[in-house]
């Protein structure tokens, strides 16, 4: 509706539910009181669950295929044919592609790579990409990761070139499957996997471990050869796994918790402990944090405006100083993506300036990068809490866009409807519940953005578009330490596992502007009832409940409030995480404050 100026979505603090019966469990079982309460509130009920041990995983063969996926490979490498694996241009695609690689050629196989050019060949392994490995890399077999399961037409070009094709991927498949040789996606209908929520990189790893499995059963081993070591590239899978924002359920959790072990341990690959170092962050104490908000979207980086093969390369070499100098690469790349998203930004919100949004957000300009509107469509999901799609010009009159949702809309099944009413209108699209990308020809925006927002309108209700900042309640003083913080970094947080976030009335002590754009906080809190304090311990990152002792009156805390310049008023009620500040030498609790409003 023009003449308004479009207001951000305003949050209200909604305290997280906890189970009862589950936090009583939880107790019973010796877990500390502040992560029963935590852990029951994110549906663990038992404290089993919270093993991280690789015996806990879910079975390779319960994985639709894997095992006949693993006998055709297992009879490729005997036969000596070549491989080919085709990757996507994100992390998860990067980090699969170099599972696959390392473990591959530790199983003998001739295997090399081609990852298309987002902006030249588009997503996924289209007719264009198959000429062209046909062409330069003359392969045998065709390998996807963490795409393929929409290539209909891709898998149709390989077959008549005289290459089979096998299909590693774990998006949602369309109405009709490739008629690829085989195809392993927990999603694919047939398929019973417990988790429907592997990354493409946690595909590809349980494709690794069957075919192990495969040639153990050949008794490859038996005659004194050595097995390749498939534990070691489990910081590929947790890093892959975290970067692509997929639900963290119990075996993707402990995926990541052990890739994480190794990371700490100093026994990560030479390219990611690179991206840390590049990053200006300690590996020895890494985070799932870390790999969402630091290595992810370096990596990213290269994908999104070069090449990801400069990615891949950083995962791939074993050389710590060819893999230092590619990380700079692709943290100066990951600088440039900030500038450019910046400016995006900048002009979207402009553009905004007379909107009233509705059920949804579609928005399109020519001088967009196509490498960073999914960025773009996040930061505005976020402000103004609608399904946002980001369109950027894709070159022979389409333009391609990259969209986030909210949780009470599947944004794929949103397209498949809006694509069923209006046959034609989307050239072609794919994704999930929170993230989907399509194509369009740029004289149809118009025509799909009314199109969507009537999905979106009978899709959703007024109530859904109402932003919640989901709180675990408040942390007594006792709680509020450092060594509560300390305990929960020790543990696996993330997309469907949240990171615990807590609120309190304070009082602004001071505040200051650094780096020009966040402000650095010091707040007062009154006190209030003691509690247990948290102190972490060496095993697991479990904690053991310990008396507090000394007053904590007028307790005082530094916070940062980052993206925000302006003053805030002398009591507000605050949302924050806790977070273990390390520096010169001093480690320091601090909250990152991510919700403020007047008290």
Known sequence: MPGRKAREAMSSIVIREVDAAARAQLLASGVHPLLARLYAARGIADAAQLKAEAARLIPPDRLLNNEKMAALLADAIAAGKKLLIVADYDADGATACAVGLRALRGFGAQVDYLVPNRFEYGYGLTPEIVRLAATQKKPDILITVDNGIASVEGVAEAARLGMDVLVTDHHLPGDVLPAARCIINPNQPGCSFPSKHLAGVGVMFYLMLALRAEFRRRGVYSEGKTEPNLSALLDLVALGT??????????????????????????????IAALFNAAGRDIRRAAAYDLG??????????????????????????????????????????????NIESGMQDSALGAMEEIEPGFSLSLFDAQWHQGVIGILASRLRERFHRPTIAFAPAGNGEIKGSGRSIPALHLRDALDLVSKRQPGLILRFGGHAAAAGLSLREADFTAFSDAFENAC?????????????????????????LASAQCIAEEVWGQGFPEPRFHGEFTIASQRVVGERHLKLRLRREASPPGGRCEASPLGGRCEASPLGGSQRGQQLDAMLFGHAEPLPDKVIAGYRLSVNHYNGAVTLQLILDHWQPA
């Open 242 to 271: 975290v970067a692509d924002v997929v639900r963290l359920d119990d075996n993707n959790r402990i995926l990541v918790h052990l890739g994480l072990q190794r990371m700490r341990a100093g026994r990560a690959h030479a390219g």
């Open 293 to 338: 908000f630091v290595a992810g979207p370096r990596l990213n980086a290269a994908g999104r405006l070069d090449d990801m093969s400069l990615g891949i390369e950083c995962l791939t070499t074993d050389d710590p100083i060819r893999a230092a100098d590619i990380a700079r690469q692709l943290d100066q790349l990951n600088r440039q993506r900030r």
């Open 457 to 481: 309108r009978e899709l959703l209700t007024p109530q859904d578009l109402q932003r919640e900042w989901l709180s675990d309640g408040e942390l007594e003083t006792g709680e509020l330490q």
